[in-house]
């Protein structure tokens, strides 16, 4: 982040507290130092996930009297900060990923949301996702990127004095999102695919709200990869996920995109709507769909026109639909 002071004195000091405390932060207006609190330790308590593989955290600090105080943590446990004084909610977040992970309504703790970005190409076979079939009902869905991990919290409790003595924030980081796992048991023909094949899944929050500790309500479609096992004759992905969109309760489709070698394509759909919703844990869904069939595909079907790009154009698809029932 950077440092916006035009006071060198203060810049240096601020410099100095960042070195010290292993942070970056937004600067205070130095004119005014009886409205600061110095020395405040912040603290971040893993024992809700001790394994956690967290190396960065960002701080926001908001009340009513200021703009948003951000710091940025290179020591996942914590540092020494300082900030105005009086009342404040606190959120922070994990920031290992800024170029997976976006940031949008900063300025509003209610409002700050994490969401991933769309996506051009289903990466598994580089087919383009240009004018890719659908499943009915999800045509206008975004296809958003997965999350990695996240971790937050929040505090809406927090009074900092003005005072030589130190003072500590603490906060209590959790896991910010849901990890699915796909897997299609007795595929048969799973020689004919490639070892990796697009899937997507439908209707799941687009994005998260630490300050609420809840997803948002915009529902999108999250894109992912399954690996080919011939000898299991199975094809798995695991991922991540925001979760179930808040309000009312949608269905979820899988779609699976197999690129054949003749430059045609097979779309398959699967309605997985119970799996999702009825899920004995929400933040640990396993869907299963069994006796998935590909087709067989010739040993030396002729090649495609050699067209360049970096993506897959496919001529055709032809499309199955499947129900499944739990």
């Avoid at 979820?252 to 003749?262: D, E, F, P, R, T």
Wanted: a negative charge; proline letters at 6%.
């Amino acid at each position: 982040m950077k440092i916006a002071n035009h006071n060198l004195t203060a810049l240096l000091l601020s410099g100095i507290f960042m070195l010290s405390a292993g942070c970056t932060h937004k600067d205070l207006n130095e004119d005014a130092p009886t409205t600061i609190a110095d020395n405040v330790e912040v603290y971040f308590d893993w024992s809700r996930i001790p394994d956690h593989n967290a190396s960065s955290i960002v701080l926001y600090l908001y009340s009513e009297e200021h703009d948003v105080m951000n710091y940025w943590f290179n020591d996942p446990n914590g540092g020494t900060i300082r900030s105005y004084a009086g009342k404040k909610t606190a959120i922070c977040h994990s920031n290992d990923d800024p170029y997976v992970h976006y940031l949008r309504n900063q300025h509003s703790h209610n409002e700050l949301e994490i969401y991933t970005d769309n996506t051009a190409v289903l990466v598994g076979q580089g087919i383009s996702t240009r004018g890719i079939p659908r499943a009915p009902g999800t045509e206008e869905e975004p296809l958003r990127t997965t999350p990695t991990m996240i971790y937050g919290a929040q505090n809406r409790d927090i009074d900092l004095k003005v005072t030589s003595f130190v003072q500590s924030i603490t906060l209590y980081p959790e896991e910010l999102v849901c990890r699915y796992s796909v897997e299609f048991t007795d595929v048969e023909n799973l020689k004919s695919a490639e070892v990796h094949i697009d899937g997507t899944i439908s209707s799941l929050a687009g994005g998260y709200y630490p300050g609420r500790m809840s997803t948002t309500s915009e529902a999108v479609s999250h894109t992912f990869t399954l690996t080919a096992d011939n000898e299991l004759k199975s094809l798995r992905s695991d991922f991540l996920t925001f979760g179930l969109p808040d309000g009312e309760e949608k269905p979820h489709m899988i779609c699976v995109y197999i690129a054949l070698k003749n430059r045609s394509g097979n779309f398959y759909t699967f309605d997985v709507s119970d799996q999702v919703n009825k899920a004995e844990d929400p933040r640990n869904v396993s869907i299963k769909i069994p006796g998935l069939k590909l087709p067989e595909i010739p040993d030396d079907p002729p090649p495609p026109p050699n067209e360049g790009g970096v993506s897959v154009e496919i001529d055709s698809w032809d499309t199955f639909h499947f129900d499944i029932q739990v």
